[in-house]
């Protein structure tokens, strides 16, 4: 069963824009990561915030990780065309950190 | 340095029959994880390998099935197809920091 959920469910904005993408989830955690998958591919880990920890940054990905409210955003800044992909939020569950579970993802079209 | 592989990329079966698909994992991860993923939902964790045992298994029945080998590499098969196993087949490796890399995945489409 999946344990996050994004939200939303699609997001189109224009290059230059940021993007903000949300996540909950429903259990207590040891760590939630992004994920960014391209049409019908592979997925590419995007970043990994652990439960002790509040916000991280790599590059233009900005994520915040709110426990007591069990939710994470996502925010891409500058966005350009080529960030255009489906981006899913995955966590470890405290209870079992044997496997990550997905939500059905945000599906962002960024327009050049 | 290699990453995950795959096979095959794609395939098709039709209803009863039966699938093997195939995962080497990124040099030096001894963990593989398998997932299906319907279009258009996130990826359904299916079940974990780990010391050629399988460690963990999610909410799938018993027609999927595993393996690992001792080279680490592992095997997905699923018996008696039905048109509702229609994928994309991913796997992951991954050490014990969690981050999973994953493969390009195999597409499954049964008729």
């Known amino acids: 069963s999946q344990q996050g959920e994004e939200d939303p469910q699609a997001l189109s904005i224009q290059e230059g824009e940021n993007a903000t993408m949300n996540c909950s989830y429903k259990t207590s955690i040891n760590n939630l990561q992004w994920y960014r998958q391209n049409s019908g591919r592979g997925l590419v880990h995007l970043i990994l915030?652990?439960?002790?920890?509040r916000e991280k940054h790599s590059g233009r990905l900005r994520v915040t990780l709110d426990t007591s409210k069990k939710s994470s955003s996502l925010l891409i800044t500058a966005s350009r065309a080529a960030d255009t992909a489906s981006y899913f939020c995955a966590t470890e569950p405290f209870y079992n950190n044997n496997d990550m579970r997905f939500g059905a993802g945000t599906r962002l079209t960024v327009k050049p | 340095d290699a990453g995950v592989t795959q096979s095959p990329t794609h395939l098709i079966k039709t209803r009863g029959q039966q699938v093997t698909l195939r995962c080497s994992p990124k040099?030096?991860?001894?963990?593989v994880s398998w997932y299906q993923q319907a279009l258009g939902q996130g990826p359904q964790f299916i079940f974990q390998?780990?010391?050629?045992?399988?460690?963990q298994r999610g909410n799938f029945p018993d027609r999927f099935s595993g393996h690992q080998f001792p080279n680490y590499s592992s095997e997905l098969n699923v018996n008696a197809l039905l048109l509702g196993d229609s994928a994309l087949y991913l796997c992951a490796s991954t050490l014990v920091d969690g981050e999973l890399f994953f493969g390009e995945g195999s597409r499954l489409t049964v008729l």
């Open positions: 390998y780990y010391e050629e045992e399988e460690r």
């Open positions: 040099s030096g991860h001894d963990t």
């Open positions: 915030i652990r439960s002790n920890e």
